[in-house]
């Protein structure tokens, strides 16, 4: 099993900046892909940014130029700096990862989330 452990969220005005961690730990080898999703009240939960092992990042659009990812491979911990925080960023942000294991040979990939964190920005 895979836990991933959020924190960094909280209320924050409009314009604000918010840095999200999220640290992996449990049974696995690799980590091939971690990232950060969102779900506001009433939508479907949405990709934020992802990054892979080799740190290439995908962004959303809406996301693109205030809001960074990156990722620490040896604490197996990725973050989230977001800045020129807008209300329509309220939303539980939730970290993945995609994560391999070798037993003789490699496995999966497994898919596991954390258990989300809350994020406001007040107008």
């Known amino acids: 099993q895979v836990q991933l452990v959020e924190s960094g969220g909280g209320l924050v005005q409009v314009g604000g900046s918010l840095r999200l961690s999220c640290a992996a730990s449990?049974?696995?080898?690799?980590?091939?892909?971690m990232g950060w999703y969102r779900q506001a009240p009433g939508k479907q939960r949405e990709l934020v940014a992802t990054?892979?092992?080799?740190?290439?990042?995908v962004y959303a659009d809406s996301v693109k130029g205030r809001f960074t990812i990156s990722r620490d491979n040896i604490m197996n911990t990725v973050y989230l700096e977001m800045n020129s925080l807008k209300p329509e960023d309220t939303a539980v942000y939730y970290c993945?990862?995609?994560?391999?294991?070798?037993?003789?040979?490699?496995?999966?990939?497994?898919?596991?989330w954390g258990q989300g964190t809350q994020v406001t920005v007040s107008s």
């Open positions: 449990g049974n696995f080898n690799s980590i091939e892909v």
């Open positions: 990054i892979t092992s080799g740190v290439k990042t």
């Open positions: 993945n990862a995609l994560v391999q294991r070798y037993a003789g040979t490699w496995l999966g990939p497994y898919n596991y």
